[in-house]
């Protein structure tokens, strides 16, 4: 690593360097969300450091342009805790403002080399916020939300963030490297990498849980994966709320050759309850989409009528990750799982 005068240090003291704030204001780059209210004037308690592409060439941000770990820090817990909630934008337009401002908020830690507690900080609550977003607006058009996009950032972050965990011991690891194999659930790679983890986290409640979500899918035991799934607590289940429907479409190729006999039909009810779909409806509306005949109120099971429909638009779940939500802000809840 180079020395102190190749990584510059912060000083920065607010959440936007003041000369980009005039600039980005004369050229009329300002977000709403930055704006004083009633104005188009920037407010310095709501702008923040947008993120800047790297380009040949450029010069390193001078001090004053960086923001210190403190300032970093700040700026995460403002935009989660009051840009976050905004119910008066679309919600992918205060995501696609939260997200590329935590970009730059990785981009000033990256530039300044930051590690141990302080980028461990930044990575758990970008994460915590991300992993949250990608349910919330799982259900948006890709030109509003980027899934692809997404997923590189969070896998980003959680490859960083584990790296920092491998210098030293951190409150949030076991619950961070626990979402960590939720998120990649069935990947081969990540289930050796917790399973290389030292023992006191492997052996964590939150590690534990998701070990045994991992195994059941693994094993294709649905009815202990759907009820290791339903004890999930929010973020957890918001990590691993993009594996349901390639879940429940395996489930259902298993019992079209379980089930499969002239004369025997699945209640709808039932099926909806082992699979922790929200109803009946949903249930039916699943099976039709996988080929199979519903008569009423149950579902007939035939190997041969199996169909595959490619790639499903995972949709909202009241039962599995609304009702877990609860009433506490976000920011409260990310910060439960960092202490």
Same mark, same amino acid.
Not at 79 to 97: N, S
Not at 120 to 143: D, F, I, K, N, T
Not at 250 to 275: D, I, K, M, Q, V
């Given at each position: 690593?180079?020395?102190?005068?190749?990584?510059?240090?912060?000083?920065?003291?607010?959440?936007?360097?003041?000369?980009? &704030?005039?600039?980005?204001?004369?050229?009329? $780059? +300002?977000?709403?969300?930055?704006? $004083?209210?009633?104005?188009?004037?920037?407010?310095?308690?709501?702008?923040?450091?947008?993120?800047?592409?790297?380009?040949?060439?450029?010069?390193?941000?001078?001090?004053?342009?960086?923001?210190?770990? #403190?300032?970093?820090? /700040?700026?995460? =817990?403002?935009?989660?805790?009051?840009?976050?909630?905004?119910?008066?934008?679309?919600?992918? *337009?205060?995501?696609?403002?939260?997200?590329?401002?935590?970009?730059?908020?990785?981009?000033?830690?990256?530039?300044?080399?930051?590690?141990?507690?302080?980028?461990?900080? +930044?990575?758990?609550?970008?994460?915590?916020? +991300?992993?949250?977003?990608?349910?919330?607006? =799982?259900?948006? #058009?890709?030109?509003?939300?980027?899934?692809?996009?997404?997923?590189?950032?969070?896998?980003?972050?959680?490859?960083?963030?584990?790296?920092?965990?491998?210098?030293?011991?951190?409150?949030? *690891?076991?619950?961070?490297? /626990?979402?960590?194999?939720?998120?990649?659930l069935g990947f081969p790679e990540?289930? $050796?990498?917790?399973?290389?983890l030292p023992d006191p986290v492997?052996?964590?409640?939150?590690?534990?849980?998701?070990?045994?979500?991992?195994?059941?899918?693994?094993?294709r035991n649905w009815a202990r994966?759907?009820?290791? @799934?339903?004890?999930?607590?929010?973020?957890?289940?918001?990590? &691993?709320?993009?594996?349901?429907?390639?879940?429940?479409? &395996?489930?259902?190729?298993?019992?079209?050759?379980?089930?499969?006999?002239?004369?025997?039909?699945? #209640?709808?009810?039932?099926?909806?309850?082992?699979?922790?779909?929200?109803?009946?409806?949903?249930?039916?509306?699943?099976? =039709?989409?996988?080929?199979?005949? @519903?008569?009423?109120?149950?579902?007939?099971?035939?190997?041969? /009528?199996?169909?595959? #429909?490619?790639?499903?638009?995972?949709?909202?779940?009241?039962?599995?990750?609304?009702?877990?939500?609860?009433?506490?802000?976000?920011?409260?809840?990310?910060?439960? /799982?960092?202490?």
């Amino acid at each position: 690593m180079g020395g102190a005068d190749e990584f510059p240090v912060g000083t920065c003291p607010g959440m936007c360097p003041l000369g980009e &704030l005039a600039q980005r204001e004369r050229q009329g $780059r +300002l977000h709403r969300l930055e704006l $004083r209210e009633g104005t188009r004037q920037g407010d310095p308690a709501r702008v923040v450091k947008e993120y800047s592409r790297p380009a040949a060439g450029k010069e390193l941000p001078r001090p004053q342009e960086l923001r210190p770990a #403190p300032v970093l820090l /700040a700026t995460v =817990c403002y935009l989660l805790g009051q840009v976050a909630p905004r119910a008066d934008l679309p919600p992918a *337009e205060v995501h696609a403002f939260i997200s590329d401002r935590l970009r730059a908020v990785r981009q000033d830690a990256t530039l300044q080399r930051l590690r141990g507690a302080p980028c461990v900080a +930044l990575l758990e609550r970008s994460l915590g916020y +991300l992993l949250h977003a990608g349910y919330q607006l =799982c259900q948006e #058009p890709p030109a509003r939300f980027d899934p692809h996009l997404h997923r590189t950032q969070l896998q980003e972050c959680f490859s960083w963030l584990r790296r920092c965990y491998r210098d030293s011991c951190h409150h949030g *690891e076991p619950a961070f490297q /626990a979402l960590f194999l939720l998120y990649n659930l069935g990947f081969p790679e990540a289930l $050796r990498q917790v399973l290389q983890l030292p023992d006191p986290v492997r052996a964590s409640p939150e590690l534990c849980t998701a070990l045994a979500v991992n195994w059941a899918y693994l094993e294709r035991n649905w009815a202990r994966f759907f009820r290791l @799934v339903q004890a999930l607590p929010y973020l957890p289940i918001c990590a &691993l709320h993009r594996h349901l429907g390639p879940a429940r479409r &395996l489930a259902l190729l298993t019992f079209s050759h379980g089930f499969s006999a002239r004369n025997c039909r699945c #209640p709808l009810a039932w099926l909806a309850r082992l699979l922790a779909v929200d109803s009946p409806e949903e249930m039916a509306e699943l099976c =039709c989409h996988h080929g199979f005949t @519903v008569l009423d109120g149950a579902v007939v099971f035939q190997k041969a /009528a199996f169909r595959d #429909p490619g790639v499903l638009i995972q949709g909202l779940s009241q039962l599995l990750v609304d009702s877990k939500r609860g009433e506490a802000p976000l920011l409260e809840i990310i910060e439960d /799982a960092c202490s």
